[in-house]
């Protein structure tokens, strides 16, 4: 960490855990009404997912477990959101049932059904991409400082 001012002594930025980062996740996606689309497990399932993918981004790291009750770092939590972000993303592009389309397919109701159902998936589509930019984002930096301490450049 950085060194404080006064006295050169060290100073980490505080670790972010499991019930912060599912009440981050969850705000992130808008999922904070009283009828709540993901169960608290279900998104810690996919911050666990997205941790570890990002430990597998070059340079490999053994990370922390949020299974475990272990705690990540600032830097790696942003990127944990991130990728949070997209699984929930993702799953709600393809598990996305039809709808039961009552009284024939072709109806005024139904209709305006399925332009909802095709809202909200353009809505999950577009949330999944700003999040893989953001994600990006953050693998990108980690390389880069892997490279900066001296790390062989394993892309060539």
């Not at 999040?131 to 394993?154: I, N, P, V």
Request: include cysteine; proline fraction near 6%; aromatic fraction near 8%.
């Amino acid at each position: 960490g950085a060194l404080a001012a006064a006295g050169g002594v060290a100073f980490e930025p505080p670790c972010v855990g499991r019930d912060v980062l599912v009440r981050e996740l969850r705000a992130m996606l808008g999922d904070e009404g009283s009828d709540p689309v993901w169960t608290d497990e279900e998104l810690s399932e996919y911050l666990e997912a997205a941790l570890m993918k990002w430990d597998c981004y070059p340079p490999e790291t053994e990370g922390p477990s949020l299974a475990c009750g272990e705690t990540l770092s600032p830097e790696v939590a942003e990127a944990v959101l991130h990728g949070g972000v997209n699984n929930a993303s993702m799953a709600m592009i393809f598990h996305k049932t039809p709808p039961d389309w009552p009284g024939g397919l072709w109806t005024e109701e139904n209709e305006r059904r399925l332009s909802a159902e095709v809202e909200g998936a353009a809505h999950h589509v577009e949330m999944r991409a700003v999040a893989q930019e953001a994600w990006d984002r953050c693998t990108d930096a980690k390389y880069e400082r892997y490279l900066a301490e001296g790390g062989e450049d394993l892309w060539g």
